[in-house]
């Protein structure tokens, strides 16, 4: 009898976060922690018998800094026994709830026992520390443990063929590293890293922020420093789709402070000498190397300043079929993979026109990557409206998105729909005249989730630009730009989403008041 191969888990363990992958029924995905998000904290807590990890840990560290553990690969791993809730521990005991919690997380998500993981840690972590993280993992339930570097996992989820230069910024320190992909396997020509990673940012930010509100340098054992530090990450993040954005002082422990607006522009002469610092590491590995196409991830990659600098003295970094922030867990799973996953499209792909009319493109079950196309007659004309749906009955299937098109009565089109083999779906359709309208889509379970999002920044917009109607020119240009933005956001992670939707229906209320109260012009984003 043929047996099942149990699942699998890829791991990423950051200073900041740590991730575990999955493999679903259709695709490759993050698994959703007991908090419902896709990161954990990395921190682990200790308080009367028991053990807290992520969020509830994160909690105890800003009150009480003695009774938890902080950054994990910067001390994670460390051969000597750690102090922590007023006595000493082995650092595999200290590792191990965080990994029994990312396991039971992974098993929730399949419904399934996960026994198998693939853990990414940086280049050149030392033998007998990988040893640490092994018996940790298997201490929390993983019975078998293996390990890929991190700029080989991050070439692995970009699911195509050739030489990459990665830059990884994590949360302590960022690596440049040289990695060719070939037949979905990888080996690591060259590394080099420099120390310097999201934390120095954020405090450099918390630094300038606290010299707005305080003349005094707040000690970094001050609980309003913790907290300065978190409000700094959570700006810097929010700042890397909107040019400004608010701080409230009060939340920080600064009680007399008023509301203030931070904006990019004033944050970049900050960042500036640590993104300077880490392009002149880059520069020569990447001429030496015969000037490779260049792959953003980790969390400190989605700064503006250091994507505009990489494009003008390295390339354009090429995109990810995933979040930079994912790369890692969910290259670490396919690392163990024998082929790429999914290798089966999970369910038939169609469409459903205007008309009601379903029309099968991809049937279910066909190898990936797959492509297809079928030609239509238009019928009627005008403005219109093509739905891609997946599912057995694709009158009722499930809804991928939407394609907006203008055509003539009568007029052929081609609709081609391809799937590549991380369920990122391409969906297009052209005639005669040329390409009439192409989307991204993601298939999957959270499929829904991303056409709800589509959906949200349509609604957002309309109401946007019914808003529009009774500003003034200087607000109507800053509502643009927000506009403008609506579109990043949808292809974010749920943490960035999330945040940057309340911000922009926070501004749009805002502009509402202001249109009703008829309060002057003033800068709003």
């Not at 003539?408 to 779906?425: P, Q, R, Y």
């Not at 993601?442 to 609604?459: I, N, Q, T, V």
Request: hydrophobic share 45%; net charge neutral; proline share 5%.
């Amino acid at each position: 009898m043929k047996t099942t191969k149990p699942p699998l888990a890829g791991i990423d363990l950051g200073a900041r976060y740590a991730k575990i992958a999955v493999n679903g029924e259709s695709s490759v995905r993050m698994a959703r922690n007991r908090w419902g998000g896709r990161f954990t904290s990395a921190v682990v807590a200790r308080a009367g018998k028991g053990w807290f990890v992520g969020a509830e840990a994160e909690q105890t560290f800003v009150c009480f800094p003695e009774s938890a553990w902080w950054v994990m690969m910067r001390r994670g791993g460390a051969s000597e026994d750690i102090f922590i809730g007023g006595r000493r521990w082995k650092t595999e005991e200290v590792f191990a709830p965080l990994f029994l919690s990312l396991r039971e997380d992974a098993e929730v998500e399949l419904g399934r026992v996960v026994s198998s993981c693939v853990i990414a840690l940086p280049v050149g972590f030392p033998p007998q520390r990988r040893d640490i993280i092994d018996r940790a993992a298997k201490v929390a339930g993983f019975d078998e443990v293996a390990f890929v570097d991190k700029p080989v996992a991050v070439a692995l989820s970009s699911g195509v063929d050739g030489k990459f230069f990665v830059l990884h910024v994590g949360a302590i320190s960022t690596s440049a590293s040289v990695v060719v992909v070939e037949e979905g396997k990888s080996h690591l020509l060259e590394s080099r890293s420099i120390d310097i990673g999201g934390a120095d940012f954020d405090r450099s930010l918390a630094r300038h922020l606290q010299g707005k509100v305080c003349d005094l340098r707040l000690d970094e054992r001050d609980p309003r420093w913790r907290i300065l530090l978190f409000q700094a990450e959570e700006l810097k993040e929010a700042l890397s789709f909107v040019e400004k954005a608010s701080w409230f002082p009060v939340a920080a422990g600064f009680p007399d402070a008023r509301e203030l607006i931070v904006s990019r522009s004033e944050i970049a002469s900050l960042y500036f000498p640590l993104v300077d610092s880490i392009l002149n590491l880059c520069e020569p590995l990447w001429q030496h190397c015969g000037r490779p196409r260049v792959i953003l991830a980790g969390g400190g990659s989605r700064l503006p300043l250091l994507k505009a600098q990489i494009a003008a003295r390295l390339s354009k970094p090429v995109p990810l079929r995933f979040p930079p922030e994912e790369a890692e867990a969910v290259g670490a799973l396919l690392s163990a993979q024998d082929s790429p996953v999914p290798c089966l499209l999970a369910s038939d792909l169609g469409i459903v026109t205007a008309g009601g009319d379903a029309a099968l493109i991809l049937k279910g079950g066909t190898k990936l990557p797959a492509k297809s196309a079928r030609r239509f007659a238009v019928i009627g004309g005008g403005r219109m409206n093509v739905r891609v749906v997946k599912g057995e009955d694709l009158a009722r299937g499930d809804i991928v998105g939407d394609l907006a098109i203008e055509a003539s009565n009568g007029e052929e089109v081609t609709v081609t729909i391809s799937v590549d083999v991380g369920g990122t779906l391409n969906a297009s359709i052209s005639s005669t005249r040329g390409l009439l309208a192409h989307e991204v889509f993601h298939l999957g379970p959270h499929a829904s989730d991303f056409y709800g999002r589509r959906e949200k920044a349509k609604a957002m917009r309309a109401k946007m630009a019914h808003l529009a109607a009774g500003l003034g020119p200087y607000q109507k240009r800053r509502l643009e730009k927000l506009l403008d933005r609506l579109k990043n956001l949808e292809d974010s992670d749920d943490r960035l989403w999330e945040r940057g939707v309340s911000l922009l229906e926070s501004l749009a209320s805002r502009l509402e008041e202001e249109k009703t109260d008829g309060s002057p012009e003033r800068d709003v984003v």
